[in-house]
């Protein structure tokens, strides 16, 4: 079975750090794009960043530019965004998603997402 | 980045057809880049509906059809149904690869 579980969401301060993590499941990860797209509460869908399937190349939206970075171990199956700096505004819920290169880079596959709370 | 417009919400009665624009710019949907359709149900994450402005995934009813023109896209859903109830995000890239959402529509089954 395809699969996405997210984890590492929590509870930080503002100015904060914190790593999330995907581990994916029931296909060739190294083969694929991945994306964090995140969903602040009662709010639409926000792209967050986006990564090739070797790794070498990262994009970035222009509000977490210089704070977030995206990552992944092909090894591991796993995806990474490390997030730095963190603002109240960042309160979301991450939800990592795979992109297909035949669907012309649709996210097909979601995750179930994990909730980072961003409050002093 | 860009954004993706479209209406708040729209509804409609059981059997029903509704549609919902998706209105991008000359730096993505105009550029042609694709859009992609999401339903989420509440509480849910979202699910991929039409990909590649028309194109249906392997068991997405055919009651949902896509379109895209210009610098826009549009979404039907013919025979509404009360299972139909949920937000509706429209998809694509602009120039810079970036991923860019629509700002989601709400259906309503009256």
């Known amino acids: 079975e395809v699969q996405l579980v997210e984890s590492g969401g929590g509870l930080v301060q503002p100015g904060g750090s914190l790593r999330l993590s995907c581990a994916a499941s029931?296909?060739?990860?190294?083969?694929?794009?991945m994306s964090w797209v995140r969903q602040a509460p009662g709010k639409g869908l926000d792209w967050v960043s986006a990564i090739s399937g070797s790794g070498g190349r990262t994009y970035y939206a222009d509000s977490v530019k210089g704070r977030f970075t995206i990552s992944r171990d092909n090894s591991k199956n796993t995806l990474y965004l490390r997030m730095n700096s963190l603002r109240a505004e960042d309160t979301a819920v991450y939800y990592c998603a795979k992109e297909d290169t035949a669907m012309s880079g649709a996210f097909d596959i979601w995750g179930q997402g994990t909730m980072v709370i961003v409050s002093s | 980045q860009s954004v993706l417009t479209q209406p708040p919400s729209v509804s409609g009665a059981p059997g029903q057809r509704v549609t919902i624009s998706c209105t991008g710019s000359s730096s993505n949907i105009g550029a042609g880049y694709d859009v992609h359709w999401y339903q989420q149900l509440p509480g849910r994450a979202p699910k991929l509906l039409i990909y590649?402005?028309?194109n249906r995934p392997s068991g997405v009813p055919d009651r949902f059809s896509g379109s895209k023109s210009g610098t826009s896209a549009s979404l039907a859903i013919s025979g509404l149904q009360a299972e139909d109830e949920a937000d509706y995000y429209c998809?694509?890239?602009?120039?810079?690869?970036?991923?860019?959402f629509g700002t989601g529509t709400k259906v309503t089954v009256l």
């Open positions: 998809q694509s890239y602009d120039s810079s690869l970036s991923g860019v």
């Open positions: 029931g296909f060739t990860f190294s083969s694929y794009a």
């Open positions: 590649v402005n028309t």
